[in-house]
Nanobody, 122 residues
C-alpha cells in the first residue's frame, strides 16, 4: 500500500518562495513517475507538474512554467516542488501522486497524500 505525505506548505507573501516535499513509502523497487496537483477553494484539482522516475523528463502547467521546479531524490524516496515568484493565485492545497507510467493532466490517479496548504498573500 503506497503512502504519500506532503510537507512544506505555509503562508508567504507574493513574490516569495516555498519548497514542498512529498515522501513516498510502500513502493520499494518500483520505478514510478510522480507529480503535483493543486486544488483551490471552489475549484477542481488541477495538474501542476510531473517528473519521470529518472528525473530526465519533466512537465509543467503553463501557469507555473518558469516559476516552479520539480525534482526528486530516489535514494530518499522524496519528490520536491520549488516554488518561486509565488502569486496569490497559487493559493491552494497541494497534493502529490504517483503512477507506474506517467503523471499527466486530465488523468485519474488512485493514490494521494493528505495535501499541504499553500497561502500566498498580497
Amino acid at each position: 500500500q503506497v503512502q504519500l505525505v506532503e510537507s512544506g506548505g505555509g503562508l508567504v507573501q507574493a513574490g516569495g518562495s516555498l519548497r514542498l516535499s512529498c515522501a513516498v513509502s510502500g513502493r520499494t523497487g518500483k520505478k514510478d513517475a510522480m507529480g503535483w496537483f493543486r486544488q483551490a477553494p471552489g475549484k477542481e484539482r488541477e495538474f501542476v507538474a510531473s517528473i519521470s522516475w529518472s528525473g530526465g523528463s519533466t512537465y509543467y502547467a503553463d501557469s507555473v512554467k518558469g516559476r516552479f521546479t520539480i525534482s526528486r531524490d530516489n535514494a530518499k524516496s522524496t519528490m520536491y516542488l520549488q516554488m518561486n515568484s509565488l502569486k496569490p493565485e497559487d493559493t491552494a492545497v497541494y497534493y502529490c501522486t504517483t503512477d507506474p507510467v506517467a503523471v499527466i493532466p486530465g488523468e485519474e490517479y488512485d493514490d494521494w497524500g493528505p495535501g499541504t496548504q499553500v497561502t500566498v498573500s498580497t
